[in-house]
C-alpha cells in the first residue's frame, strides 16, 4: 500500500508498540503530528511544557515500563532542547527513539529558517544517529533504530527526517515480527575462569549495578548472591535490582555510600561486578580500588571492560543469561565469618541523621513506611538523590529513576510524569531540590493538563544543597552563587500551574501532608522547607579511597584535636 512518509512513522510505531508519545510539534514536523492526530486512538500523545520534558518524559516511561520510551520535536530549537534528554539517556543506557524534523531536503545547509544538522549535534551520546531523506528508507531506518535502542547496552537513538520525506508517498509493507537480543559475546572459558575465582574465593562482595535492572536479572542475582553467600552492594543505578531488606544488603557503595560498603569492599578477596561500569563516583582513588581483591567483571558492553579498573577475569553477555550459566556451576557455601564481619561493620556504621528536626532523611523515611516501599520514586540531582538512595528501601527493579551518569538538574518532575503514564497504576513520587525544581517546574502545567497523579516534594533549603556542601567542606564556606533565598513562593507557583500545593514546616506535618498528597486525583507538590546545612554523610573526600568515608562524628572528632 502507498503511504506518505508521516503515515509511515506512525505504522512503525504501532508495530514496535508504541502507546505513548511525548512531544512538542512545530513547522516542520507539521505532517507526523497530522497523522498522529487521525491515529490518536492507537498512540497517546503527550504534550509536554518544553521539548526537554518530552525527552525526561519518554526515558522515565522507558526506565518504569522496560519498553522504547519515544519523544518528539520539530526542527532547529525543538530538536536542540532534546540535547540534554538524550545525553542522560545515553548515560544511563536507556531505550530511547527521538524522531525529529527537518527542513525540506533542497533547503538542507543553506542556514534556512530552524535548520540544524542535529544528528551531527547528537553524534557522541547517541548509540546511533540517522537523517532520513529518501522516503523509501523510512520504514527500515525506524525499526532499524527501534533495534539499535534495545540491542546490547540499551540507548538513544536519533530519527531526524526531512519535511519533504513526511510528505512524500511510498509503498509500505507491515512487518509481523521485530526482534533484538542482548546475548553479548563469551565462551566456555570465561564462565569456567569466573566459575573458577567465585569457587576459590573466601570473602566474596558483590557490585552491582544498573545492567541488573536493564536485563530484568533480580532473581538470579538473588539466587546468585544467597548461594555463595557474599553481601552485596549497589550503585544508583542498581537499585532495587536487589531487595534493600535482604540481610546480604550492604547499601550503595562510592562517595555517599555506606561504610559497611565502602569498607566491605575494600576487604574482600573477590569482587564480583555485575552490569556495573565503575564510574568514579563508585571508585574514589582507582590505585586503592579493592586492591586486596581479585575482580571479576561481567557486564553486556565489552568496552566496559578494563576500561577503568583492570580485571582478573570477565564475561561479555547479558547479566541474566550469564547468572543462569552461572548459578548450576557455583559451589554453595556459607561465608559464616565473612558475612558476621559486614554485619558488624552494618551496626557499627548505621545511616543517621538528626531525629529531632525536620529532614530530608526523616521525609523520605516517612514515605517508605507510607507506600510500604513499593512506589516508583524519581529525584533530580543534589543532596536530596543522594538521602533518597540511602534511606528508601528499593525492592524491586524500575522503582527508582534518577540521572546517575550525566547529573540532571531539572531530570525529575518528566520523569515522573513519563513513570505514571506508562505504569498508570503505581504510586509515582518525585524527590527534587528547590534548585532542580526551579529548572523544569514548568512541566508541572503537563502534569496538571492530563490531570496525572504524581506527588512532588520539594526539599527546600533555599540553597543549591550539594553545591554548598562542597563549599563549606573544601571552599572556606565561601558560598559562591548557592544561595537561593528570593521572592518565589512555590506553592503559589504550583497552584499557578493547577496542581495542589501543601506547605510543611514541621516535623509533625510530614506523615499527614504525604498521605494527602498520595490521597489525591491529581499532581500535588510538597514544599519541604529544610535547614540549609543539612549535609549527606558518609561521604569520600575527592581523590580519597571510598575505605576513607567520614560522617559528622568524624568530622566532629576532627574538629576537637584541631
Known sequence: MQLTGAEIVIEVLKEEGVDTVFGYPGGAILNIYDALYKNQKAIRHILTSHEQGAAHAADGYARATGRVGVCMATSGP???NLVTGIATAMM????MVAITANVGLPLLGKDTFQEVDIAGVTMPITKHGYIVKDVKKLAFTL????EIAQS???GPVIVDITKDVTANKTDFTPMKEHTFTRDGNYSAEDIAAAVKLINKAKRPFIYLGGGAVISGASEEVKSFAEKIDAPLCDTLMGKGAFDAT?????????MHGTKASNIGLGECDLLIALGARFSDRVVGNAKKFANKAKILHIDIDDAEI??????DASVVGDLKKVLSELIPLVNERKNTEWVKHIDELKEKYPLKYDKNSLTCPYVIETLDRITD???IVTTDVGQHQMWTAQFYRFRKPHHFLTSGGLGTMGYG???AIGAKVGMPEETVVNIGGDGCFRMNMNELATASRYNIHIVDIIINNEVLGMVRQWQTLFYGARYSQTILTDKVDYCKVAEGLGCKAIRVTKKEEVEGALREALAADGPVVIDCQIDKDESVFPMVSPGASISEAFDKDDLEKRSRKD
Do not use: E, H, Q, W
Open 152 to 154: 546490547g547496552r540499551p
Open 413 to 415: 518532575l518528566g520523569a
Open 306 to 311: 578494563n576500561k577503568n579498573i583492570r580485571t
Open 246 to 254: 535482604n540481610p546480604l544488603y550492604t547499601g550503595m557503595v562510592g
Open 92 to 95: 544511563d543506557s536507556v531505550p
Open 78 to 80: 525543538g530538536a536542540t
Open 143 to 146: 525499526r532499524r533504530a527501534f
Open 373 to 375: 516501599s513499593n512506589a
